[in-house]
Each structure stands twice: as structure tokens, then as C-alpha cells.
């Protein structure tokens, strides 16, 4: 069988922790590899091959890291079919969708290529008699990134791209579920001309985690996952002195207004809803039909699942794969038998697993909810859609401002004054206007707001180069050699 491994130093390393894990074949519900975990021996050689390459790397001039930014470009955008089938293989999702992610990615490192514009500074002339002042941006040294099974390629590139292009050194901890692709990742770094120690890759579960949290020599910690391990990541990171991004989970709503075209809301609540068979913390988990769209609104998303094509990833005509494990699966078809005990309408049931041995759900829809069902309250991450009915406008936004998350939400409407009066009073932190995944692209930031997301910086974009860099502000007078003479008062503008 098949045994992944890390990446240390430019080469491959087999995992030393004497532990591992199984990464399946989610389609087919069988094992196809071990991945090796890290033992903190290794997380530690592996975060000294960062140290060593962190000082001339980020004494490299701007231009060069953004050549071989291009040329990593060039190589990921050569192999996306490939980096696409192994995703599919290792998680499950189909094809299209495989390299959907591999694009929203290398719009990461398409900005990243930009990094000499990025990284300019400021200045600022006579801001006193012969003083000028300027700001330098540095790197933060080595960095760690902490990764989700569900974009094994896209989120380490929202990560990797920024980081290294502001001339810090990175440390990538990939999901143990579908670890294959961060190490096709690394060899293209290197193919690109990159340094080695410049991208290291150890696998690992929480004890890689913990190895990475506690080392002295990280400095800075970017991290994408559950809301309650992002908490964890964000306090034990920070105590240890870190700089930390941690990215959680969601319940995104999508509020449709009576005069909403119900057609296209129901086509957005079934992309949005069950694409990736809903393993997307921009998912849409909770359709909020307002006033009397409701009814109808319900009977158009009814009407379309049925043509939601359930199958393994690599088969075109697939629309929707499997869930990643066979435990997730059990999991998320709990909240559909727990929903309709509680007192919600199972208008679709898909918790029955489908024909084979691989590990699918159909797609589930929900109607009745209400705050306070765990259909509701929790994040679910599979293909289940619940609609909550509300009777107006203020209702809605209730709704959605009193949830503990805060990550993405949309509002279907016509009505432009009401579109402006929701993007001003909802407290999410991504919002999209007849939009179902609003996610912003690669030159704006991506991050949530209050349990979604832990820190003070969102991830990638203009926040991601703040978090990757930290400003040297250099106060300077070159005095006019003709004058001379000592003054004891305290420097003014004037």
C-alpha cells in the first residue's frame, strides 16, 4: 500500500512518530494509502530547515521572488488536472469542482506575483525640518499552516502564496484525511527554483499540531478549520507569543425576500447547498424565506434535487461525490433523523446511503426549523439545506445576527434599498447580493466575523501581506552641513 510521507528540507522523509493514518478512497469507501505522522522530532527538523532558509530568503530581492512566484504559477496551472484528480481520489468531490479549487488557488499566487507593488512601504518627506520618515516592511520569519481536508490544494495556496512572496519561510501541516496534494505542492515549489527549507510539509494530526503551537522558532500561525479547534489554535498560539489567524466554522445563511426571482434562488440554495456535498464553510446550511416566498421557494429547491446526480468524483456525469469518511457520513445523516424528532418537516430525505460501498448521502432538505434543533444550531459540513421561515425583513436579520457565527451570508431581492439597508446591518463578515458563496476574490480578504474567525486578521489579500509582514518605521535627518548647534527640545513638526 501506498505510504505518504513529509517534506523536509527539499526531499522526502517517511513519518518517524511510529503512528499514521488511513487515506481512503471515499467513493469507494476502501483504503488506498498511510500517510506518516511527524513525531515532534521531526516537526522540529523540519521548522529548522525554515530557520536556516528564512535569512537569505528574505534577503532576496523582490524581483526574484516574484520570477519564481510566476514560475510556480506556470507549473500549478500545468498540472492542475493532475493536483484536481488526486483531490478527488483522497476527498471525494467531483472533477469540476476539483479544479474549481485548484483556480481559486492559483488566484492566490496571482497576486502574490504582484509582491514587489505589495511590499512597497510609504514615505513621508519634512515631516519636520530636514526629518523624513519611512516605513519598511519585513518579513515575520518562519510561518505554519494548519490546513482543512476540504480544499487540500486551495486554502494551503491562500496561505503558502502570501507567505513566502513577503519573504517569510513555511511550515505546512496538511489534513491527515487527504494529505497527497500538499506534497504535489511542495515539489512544484521546488521545481519552481524555490530554496529548499523554503516550503516544508509535515503530516501529522494533533500532536503535529500541538509540536508546531509550542515551537519557539514559529512565529506566526495561519490556521482553516472548526470553530472550536480555531479557538484553541488562537489561545495557545498567542500565549505562546504568536502572531495567529485562525479561520472557524459556519452556519451561512440565505435570506430570500418575497420579491426575489425564486427560480434563481432555488438554482443558488442547490449550488450553494449541496455542491462539495455541502464540506464548504461557505456553504449555504439555512435558506430564511421571507413572508409568502416560502412555499414556493421550498417546492422549486424540492423540484430540483432530484436532478442532483449522486457518484463517484471522476464520473462527468456526477454532480455531487461522497463525504470524506464514513464516520462524517454517519454524523451528518444523525441531524436529519434528529431534525424530523424535533419537529422539523424532512421534506427530502438523502440520509440513506447510496447504491456501493463509498460514502454517500443524497441531498437532504429541511423545512420548519428553528433556532434551537441541532439541524440548526450546528455546523453540519454535508448536503443538508434547512429553511427556517420568518415573516419580515427585521426577522431575518435577527435571525442571522443572533447566530454564534458570523462567516458568509446572501440576500436574494430586487429591491436595491433593501439590499443596502441588509449589507449595513448584518454582522457577518463575507455578504453577497444575489450571490450564494460570496467568496471575494484574491486581491480583497477573506474572513468572518465572531465565532468564525479568531485574531484580527483575515486571510489572504492586502490582510494576508499585513500578516505576513511586520513594519520597521525609520525616522531620519540629514541635517544641512552648514548649520549646526545644540537644542535639548523635544522634535516637533514645526
Not at 88 to 100: I, Y
Not at 123 to 135: L, P, R, W
Not at 268 to 296: F, K, L, P, Q, T
Not at 441 to 470: E, M, N, Q
Request: hydrophobic share 40%; aromatic share 6%; glycine share 12%.
Amino acid at each position: 500500500m501506498k505510504t505518504i510521507g513529509n517534506w523536509v528540507g527539499g526531499r522526502t522523509e517517511p513519518g518517524d512518530s511510529g503512528r499514521g493514518g488511513p487515506v481512503y478512497d471515499p467513493a469507494r469507501g476502501v483504503q488506498i494509502a498511510e500517510v506518516g505522522f511527524s513525531s515532534p522530532a521531526q516537526v522540529d527538523a523540519a521548522v529548522r530547515s525554515a530557520v536556516d532558509a528564512s535569512g537569505p530568503w528574505a534577503a532576496s530581492p523582490l524581483g526574484r521572488r516574484a520570477d519564481l512566484l510566476f514560475r510556480l504559477r506556470e507549473l500549478v496551472l500545468k498540472h492542475r488536472k493532475d493536483l484536481a484528480a488526486t483531490v478527488t481520489t483522497e476527498h471525494g468531490k467531483v472533477l469540476a469542482d476539483a479544479e474549481g479549487e485548484v483556480s481559486r488557488g492559483l488566484e492566490c499566487v496571482d497576486f502574490a506575483c504582484g509582491v514587489p507593488h505589495l511590499l512597497k512601504g510609504s514615505f513621508s518627506s519634512e515631516v519636520a525640518t530636514g526629518v523624513d520618515v519611512h516605513t519598511v516592511l519585513y518579513p515575520v520569519g518562519v510561518v505554519a499552516g494548519i490546513t482543512p481536508f476540504n480544499f487540500p490544494v486551495m486554502v494551503p495556496l491562500w496561505m503558502l502564496a502570501n507567505a513566502v512572496a513577503c519573504g517569510n519561510t513555511f511550515v505546512l501541516k496538511p489534513s491527515e484525511k487527504d494529505p497527497s496534494a500538499s506534497l504535489m505542492l511542495a515539489e512544484l515549489v521546488q521545481k519552481a527554483g524555490f530554496p529548499d527549507g523554503t516550503v516544508n510539509v509535515v503530516q501529522g494530526d494533533a500532536d503535529a499540531v500541538e509540536a508546531l503551537l509550542g515551537h519557539r522558532d514559529v512565529n506566526a500561525v495561519s490556521f482553516v478549520g472548526s470553530t472550536p479547534v480555531a479557538r484553541h489554535i488562537y489561545e495557545t498560539g498567542t500565549r505562546n507569543g504568536k502572531r495567529v489567524q485562525a479561520l472557524g466554522g459556519a452556519k451561512n445563511h440565505m435570506v430570500v425576500l418575497p420579491d426575489a426571482d425564486v427560480d434563481m434562488a432555488a438554482d443558488a440554495a442547490i449550488s450553494a447547498g449541496y455542491g462539495s456535498a455541502g464540506e464548504r464553510c461557505m456553504a449555504i446550511s439555512v435558506v430564511v424565506a421571507v413572508g409568502d416566498v416560502a412555499d414556493r421557494l421550498v417546492g422549486a429547491i424540492a423540484d430540483r434535487i432530484p436532478q442532483v446526480v449522486v457518484g463517484p468524483g471522476q464520473d462527468p456525469a456526477s454532480m455531487m461525490g461522497p463525504l470524506i469518511t464514513r464516520q462524517h457520513r454517519d454524523r451528518v445523516r444523525s441531524y436529519v433523523e434528529a431534525a424530523a424528532h424535533e419537529g422539523a418537516r424532512v421534506v427530502v430525505d438523502g440520509s440513506q446511503a447510496k447504491a456501493g460501498d463509498g460514502f454517500f448521502l443524497g441531498c437532504s432538505l429541511v423545512d420548519d426549523v428553528k433556532p434551537g434543533m441541532h439541524v440548526y444550531d450546528e455546523e453540519i459540513f454535508g448536503p443538508v439545506l434547512s429553511v427556517v421561515r420568518v415573516s419580515n425583513f427585521d426577522e431575518a436579520v435577527d435571525l442571522v445576527n443572533s447566530n454564534a457565527y458570523g462567516n458568509g451570508v446572501a440576500l436574494f431581492t430586487r429591491d436595491g434599498g433593501a439590499a443596502r439597508r441588509f449589507e449595513r446591518e448584518v454582522s457577518v463578515g463575507m455578504i453577497g447580493i444575489n450571490v450564494p458563496i460570496p467568496v471575494p476574490v484574491a486581491f480583497h480578504s477573506f474572513g468572518g466575523w465572531k465565532a468564525s474567525l479568531f485574531g484580527d486578521s483575515a486571510i489572504y489579500g492586502p490582510d494576508g501581506i499585513r500578516f505576513y509582514t511586520r513594519p520597521k518605521v525609520v525616522t531620519s535627518r540629514w541635517p544641512d552641513g552648514h548649520q549646526s548647534g545644540v537644542d535639548l527640545g523635544f522634535s516637533t513638526n514645526g
